[in-house]
């Protein structure tokens, strides 16, 4: 498929910021929101959707950005301990027991019920699920979690001409929580891969938006990425997420063979094969974590 595009927009500048420097020797604690699950919701074999709520929903830092994230933090059961978490007293004292730290995004915000929905790929089984993934699959409602954020930096620019999207199950929430907010004469393709056909989804989208389910091998996405003509691509925003290995294949398709100026991709790796969250996030201060060549 091409990829037609108008002349570039023009991005609008932030204003020169006039606030005082900021002191960023100490690393200020996260602020934890303890909330419990309200509901789930199972949207295809391996995504189960968690909604969780409380009144410390507002501890968290709501943004509107589409790929906004919160890291979540789940103690071993055994350990006996409970939501919050004195992390410094835990990191001194009992390491061994400190919580595990995974990110997710936020698929849905709903400030009136103050909830929030968490979609969870399942993959494996027992130990081989991952810690997130079995939490999700094990909670039950007024189960209490800790969580933190949330970050995030994407939205789709209202003034763009055209949208790339491309991703795998890992960024499925983010990807369709774009779509949902762009505006209705927005154009575009989303090229998702899925291991197994039967998680595919009909996902909301402006009728200009043409949406590919990349079922099978993962390069099978990177084939589907090169194939396309991005030779007037110089008004395109780009969201590309997906395994480290492949998004750095990815980021040499779009960044030094189609030219794409980097401040127009949105690109990252959610996750690493071979690495669980602890591991995947040390090696991001590592070369081998760095997906810029």
């Excluded at 396309?228 to 395109?236: C, E, K, V």
Aim: net charge negative; proline share 6%.
């Amino acid at each position: 498929m091409e990829i037609n595009t108008s002349p570039s927009a023009s991005t609008p500048t932030a204003p020169a910021s006039t606030a005082a420097p900021v002191d960023r020797g100490a690393k200020r604690p996260r602020k934890q929101a303890v909330l419990e699950v309200r509901g789930k919701t199972r949207l295809s074999p391996r995504l189960l959707r968690v909604t969780l709520g409380g009144e410390q929903y507002d501890h968290l830092n709501r943004n509107e950005h589409r790929d906004a994230y919160v890291k979540l933090l789940i103690a071993d059961p055994a350990s006996g301990l409970h939501p919050p978490y004195d992390l410094d007293a835990l990191r001194e004292e009992r390491p061994e027991q400190l919580p595990a730290r995974r990110t997710y995004t936020v698929r849905h915000w709903d400030d009136e019920a103050q909830t929030l929905d968490l979609d969870f790929v399942l993959h494996g089984h027992g130990e081989d699920s991952g810690i997130a993934a079995r939490w999700a699959d094990e909670a039950l409602p007024g189960d209490l979690i800790a969580l933190s954020g949330a970050g995030g930096d994407y939205t789709p620019q209202p003034d763009t001409a055209t949208h790339l999207l491309i991703g795998d199950h890992a960024a499925l929430p983010a990807i369709a929580a774009s779509l949902e907010t762009m505006e209705e004469h927005a154009t575009g393709l989303v090229l998702l891969h899925l291991d197994h056909e039967d998680d595919a989804l009909e996902l909301a989208r402006p009728a200009g938006v043409e949406l590919r389910w990349i079922v099978g091998e993962r390069e099978q996405l990177l084939e589907a990425v090169s194939a396309l003509d991005l030779s007037r691509a110089q008004s395109l925003q780009v969201f590309c997420h997906a395994e480290r290995g492949l998004t750095k294949q990815l980021r040499r398709v779009l960044v030094k063979d189609a030219g794409i100026p980097r401040e127009q991709i949105s690109i990252s790796a959610y996750w690493a094969l071979g690495r669980i969250e602890d591991q995947f996030q040390a090696e991001k201060r590592e070369s081998v974590g760095k997906i810029d060549d």
